[in-house]
């Protein structure tokens, strides 16, 4: 079976601070696309960032960052200088060569002013 | 601007009844999924569709069926509703293909649903 693994249900940071959410994959497939969506509380679900499996260069979107661990299959957000506007669930996904999306359980993301 | 558009936010039904949840997208994208959200579960995939009256069953599709009589619109139908049905839906969407925004899920901002 393929999974998404998320460890840790609920992390926080203080604001300004770096945090590390961490997820880790199970799959055959050696083509595949990983995903982090942030959901904000009772607002829409929207993508993070994307990495390609078969790209070394790990992805990075202003703030944003992956570390992207292919023989380990780790797949963990580094969001920098935290603001209060990271608050959310944060969630890990893949696309194990097809077109669906499998989603892990989330991570609840709170930052202290 | 781009959306996915559920058309209720949120809904309160009795256990048996018929429930219909739509969803329309307007970025002509090929694929549609409903997810179920749970806390604690994550998002769980019911059913997909690749294609206009083409659907895919997902993890969870018991107790669920779908329509898509036309590209833009995916149906998710429960046709008795029971209590264990209490729940967020997700509508998505994606293009297939190559690209940037391959496989990207463009998500509506869900229906919650309450079952008395």
């Known amino acids: 079976a393929q999974t998404v693994t998320q460890s840790q249900p609920e992390m926080s940071v203080q604001e300004a601070e770096t945090v590390t959410l961490s997820c880790t994959y199970d799959t055959s497939e050696s083509d595949y696309y990983l995903f982090w969506y942030k959901q904000p509380p009772s607002r829409q679900m929207i993508l993070v960032i994307r990495?390609?499996?078969?790209?070394?260069q790990n992805a990075t979107e202003n703030r944003f960052s992956v570390n992207f661990q292919k023989a380990a299959k780790s797949f963990s957000l580094k969001i920098s200088d935290s603001q209060l506007g990271d608050a959310a669930m944060y969630f890990c996904?893949?696309?194990?060569?097809?077109?669906?999306?499998?989603f892990g359980t989330g991570t609840r993301l709170t930052i202290i002013p | 601007d781009v959306k996915v558009t559920q058309s209720s936010r949120y809904l309160v039904k009795r256990t048996g009844e018929k429930v219909f949840l739509e969803c329309v997208q307007d970025m002509d994208h090929e694929n549609m999924f409903w997810y179920r959200q749970d806390p604690g579960l994550g998002l769980r995939l019911i059913y997909f569709s690749y294609d206009v009256k083409m659907k895919e069953k997902g993890d969870i599709p018991e107790g669920y069926s779908v329509s898509r009589e036309k590209k833009e619109r995916f149906s998710l139908i429960l046709e008795s509703a029971s209590t264990n049905q209490t729940s967020m839906y997700l509508c998505a969407s994606s293009r297939t293909g190559s690209g940037s925004g391959a496989n990207v899920l463009t998500f509506g901002a869900g229906s919650r649903l309450t079952v008395l």
């Open positions: 990495q390609e499996a078969y790209k070394q």
């Open positions: 996904a893949s696309s194990f060569g097809n077109e669906k999306l499998t």
